[in-house]
């Protein structure tokens, strides 16, 4: 077995450059149609500085993934302390966040759903991507909680797939009023 060891990352401007450029050309386009030269090229540095502050692709990959989620986890954390402890104020917080989010930061869908199926099996990007929509799972699952349902284990999984499901429809943009009528759909099944 391989372990591998990450060595902590140097976050000089060049650094946030290569990571502000990555995360604009992978969500545009896709990881595995954007090389290392355009990243390298947008960012206004040398492969060799992209190689020297990330030591690989995979891992400018993986630290792209990992801003996202930390940026989006602040948002909603953020709207849910707003929202107070009512679950239905709760769960309109968390689909409120995401039409914001989606408005700013996600015309393309979820990143963590598109990257997903470019990523091998053993990428640590998978384990950010993961992680993300675990965390998703225990925030609804804490809404379920708090609206008293009987079985909040079996109620956060629905309203992770009603959410996880607006994200994808609005990235295709099959619909309209996406967001509005997934927190309709989510407050129906709290509800009962």
């Known amino acids: 077995m391989v372990v591998r060891v990450e060595t902590k990352i140097d976050w000089t401007p060049k650094a946030l450059d290569v990571l502000a450029a990555a995360s604009e050309l992978f969500y545009a386009h896709g990881i595995h149609a954007v090389g290392v030269e355009a990243i390298a090229a947008r960012a206004?540095?040398?492969k060799k500085t992209l190689y020297d502050r990330f030591?690989?692709?995979e891992r400018l990959v993986t630290e792209?993934?990992?801003a996202r989620d930390r940026r989006w986890r602040d948002l909603l954390t953020t709207r849910l302390e707003e929202a107070g402890p009512d679950?239905?104020?709760?769960?309109?917080?968390?689909?409120t966040a995401t039409a914001e989010w989606s408005r700013v930061e996600g015309r393309r869908g979820c990143a963590m759903v598109n990257a997903h199926p470019e990523l091998e099996e053993s990428s640590p990007a998978r384990a950010v991507i993961?992680?993300?929509?675990?965390?998703?799972?225990g925030l609804f699952h804490?809404?379920?909680?708090?609206?008293?349902?009987?079985?909040?284990?079996d109620l956060a999984p629905v309203l992770l797939l009603i959410h996880e499901g607006a994200l994808v429809t609005h990235g295709l943009g099959v619909l309209d009023d996406v967001f509005p009528r997934a927190l309709d759909a989510a407050l129906a099944v709290l509800d009962r």
């Open 87 to 95: 679950a239905r104020d709760r769960l309109r917080a968390v689909f």
């Open 55 to 57: 030591g690989s692709k």
């Open 142 to 153: 804490d809404i379920a909680a708090r609206s008293g349902a009987p079985a909040p284990q």
């Open 130 to 137: 993961s992680d993300e929509k675990r965390w998703l799972l």
């Open 64 to 66: 792209y993934l990992a």
């Open 44 to 46: 206004g540095v040398t």
